[in-house]
T-cell receptor, first 109, second 116 residues
Framework: DAKTTQPTSMDCAEGRAANLPCNHS???????VYWYRQIHSQGPQYIIH???NNETNEMASLIITEDRKSSTLILPHATLRDTAVYYC??????????FGPGTRLSVLP | GAGVSQTPSNKVTEKGKYVELRCDPI?????LYWYRQSLGQGPEFLIY????????DSGLPNDRFFAVRPEGSVSTLKIQRTERGDSAVYLC??????????????FGSGTRLTVV
């Protein structure tokens, strides 16, 4: 079973920041937080991951709370092409990825 | 190729028939994974290969499902006596190191299997 809880769906206006929350209250010390997204008719695409420090790459930023029980994925300037299902996954070394139902993000014009 | 390639992209078969789904991983990737995704749900793990051997097949739903990777590269997922409940998108992914905490997996676009 997935170890994370995410809202079922969210809307965001085009050009605004999209903030996608994820709860992982049972996360253990060795588990990383990963984010993937899946655009319609495609396979999941890696976005970003982190352990305890905030992370940023060309796609997004990941903010992890100090107690590591929750995190937020930030898309700074959402575009229509960011409409997708976003998956938050916690994973330990050597484990397979376990996907939950994710958050369906709709970016609106 | 540059990505994970899955063929065919779509497959329609009759109930009771046998099907094979193919996955070409990224060159050099030692780990290969099969997932299944039903409509409206996240991908569900089926099996993981490290090289030629199945390191974890705990996700295979029953003995009608079988997968091979004879030369440590291309993998084939085989489904016998297909049932309508097998209809789903079958996703393949590969990674350079199975336990890496770097970029995770690279997924293909999947094979949409429809059993009629």
């Amino acid at each position: 079973d997935a170890k994370t809880t995410q809202p079922t769906s969210m809307d965001c206006a085009e050009g605004r920041a999209a903030n996608l929350p994820c709860n992982h209250s049972t996360i253990s010390g060795n588990e990383y937080v990963y984010w993937y997204r899946q655009i319609h008719s495609q396979g999941p695409q890696y976005i970003i991951h982190g352990l305890k420090n905030n992370e940023t790459n060309e796609m997004a930023s990941l903010i992890i709370t100090e107690d590591r029980k929750s995190s937020t994925l930030i898309l700074p300037h959402a575009t229509l092409r960011d409409t997708a299902v976003y998956y938050c996954i916690v994973r330990d070394y050597g484990q397979n990825f376990v996907f939950g139902p994710g958050t369906r993000l709709s970016v609106l014009p | 190729g540059a990505g994970v390639s899955q063929t065919p992209s779509n497959k329609v078969t009759e109930k009771g028939k046998y099907v094979e789904l193919r996955c070409d991983p990224i060159s050099g990737h030692t780990a290969l994974y099969w997932y299944r995704q039903s409509l409206g749900q996240g991908p569900e793990f089926l099996i993981y290969f490290q090289g030629t051997g199945a390191a974890d097949d705990s996700g295979l739903p029953n003995d009608r499902f079988f997968a091979v990777r004879p030369e440590g590269s291309v993998s084939t997922l085989k489904i016998q006596r297909t049932e309508r409940g097998d209809s789903a998108v079958y996703l393949c992914a590969s990674s350079f190191l199975p336990t890496a905490t770097t970029d995770g997996y690279t997924f293909g676009s999947g094979t949409r299997l429809t059993v009629v």
